[in-house]
């Protein structure tokens, strides 16, 4: 069955950087773009970033020129490169996968910015 764990989130101050990590397993990950998200609390889920089988991404607005996300697929991963961080960008992050007409959510892993 489709797997998806998140790590690598915690307590950064504003303007810091962190990596987060996602390990797939249960599909063949090579194929299938591959999407961050994120919800603060009292907020709906919002869009991070996507990466594509071929490598494209693409980011949401709030997160452009800090955020770089990367595929390594002999190791089933997705990264998702933070910087600048901002008190905003507090939430729990999750890896999304969409995949015959369902859609896979991590656990998330939480990331707050604070000093």
């Known amino acids: 069955q489709v797997q998806l764990v998140e790590s690598g989130g915690g307590l950064v101050q504003p303007g810091g950087s962190l990596r987060l990590s996602c390990a797939a397993s249960g599909f063949t990950f090579s194929t299938y773009a591959m999407r961050w998200y994120r919800q603060a609390p009292g907020k709906e889920r919002e869009f991070v970033a996507r990466i594509n089988a071929d490598g494209n991404t693409n980011y949401g607005d709030s997160v452009k020129g800090r955020f770089a996300i990367s595929r390594d697929n002999a190791k089933n991963t997705v990264s998702l490169q933070m910087n600048s961080l901002k008190a905003e960008d507090t939430a729990v992050y999750y890896c999304?996968?969409?995949?015959?007409?369902?859609?896979?959510w991590g656990q998330g892993t939480q990331v707050t910015v604070s000093s």
């Open positions: 999304n996968l969409f995949w015959g007409g369902v859609t896979y």
